[in-house]
């Protein structure tokens, strides 16, 4: 029974050494780290002259290619569109289907229910890169203008 309480009391006394020796080794380590660390200041960037200024990358929009044809047409036509908006969408069925700039007035978008949208801004934002659509050009001869009819 000695033996087994000597025992005892060697392995409490050496589990009672390693937390000890954890303790200081973590102490050690800890006073080690905030003495490397006092050399270290923080400070606006201009403080340190070694170091460069971050310089923020600005990303381009991708453009977005939509795809359209007349319902005559067995090719799509590709329309690039480097700004989604509906002036540089105009510019590009312009361009595209050689319709004189100062004739073109409306522009509608036509959903698979049929209804008849006039198209803005924010339509045209919803683009996504390689959408296809159905073209219809109309001239309205009373008013002298081009009508432009995306059908999905």
Same mark, same amino acid.
């Given at each position: 029974m000695t033996i087994g309480l000597n025992l005892l009391n060697d392995m409490s006394n050496l589990t009672?050494?390693?937390?000890?020796?954890?303790?200081?080794? =973590?102490?050690? /380590? !800890?006073?080690?780290?905030?003495?490397?660390?006092? +050399? @270290?200041?923080?400070?606006?960037?201009?403080?340190?002259?070694?170091?460069?200024?971050?310089?923020?990358?600005?990303?381009?929009?991708?453009?977005?290619?939509?795809?359209?044809?007349?319902?005559?047409?067995? =090719?799509?036509? /590709? !329309?690039?569109?480097?700004?989604?908006?509906?002036? +540089? @969408?105009?510019?590009?069925?312009?361009?595209?289907?050689?319709?004189?700039k100062n004739m073109v007035a409306k522009f509608y978008k036509r959903n698979k229910r049929g209804l008849l949208i006039h198209m803005d801004n924010r339509m045209v934002e919803q683009f996504e890169d390689e959408d296809d659509f159905n073209i219809e050009i109309s001239f309205q001869n009373k008013e002298g203008i081009f009508e432009v009819t995306f059908v999905y």
């Open positions: 009672v050494r390693k937390e000890r020796e954890t303790k200081r080794s =973590i102490s050690q /380590a !800890l006073t080690a780290a905030n003495e490397g660390a006092q +050399h @270290l200041s923080i400070g606006a960037p201009n403080d340190h002259p070694n170091r460069p200024n971050k310089v923020a990358r600005i990303q381009k929009p991708r453009p977005v290619t939509i795809y359209v044809k007349k319902s005559d047409e067995k =090719i799509y036509n /590709a !329309l690039c569109l480097s700004k989604l908006s509906l002036e +540089h @969408l105009k510019d590009e069925v312009i361009d595209k289907y050689s319709i004189p």
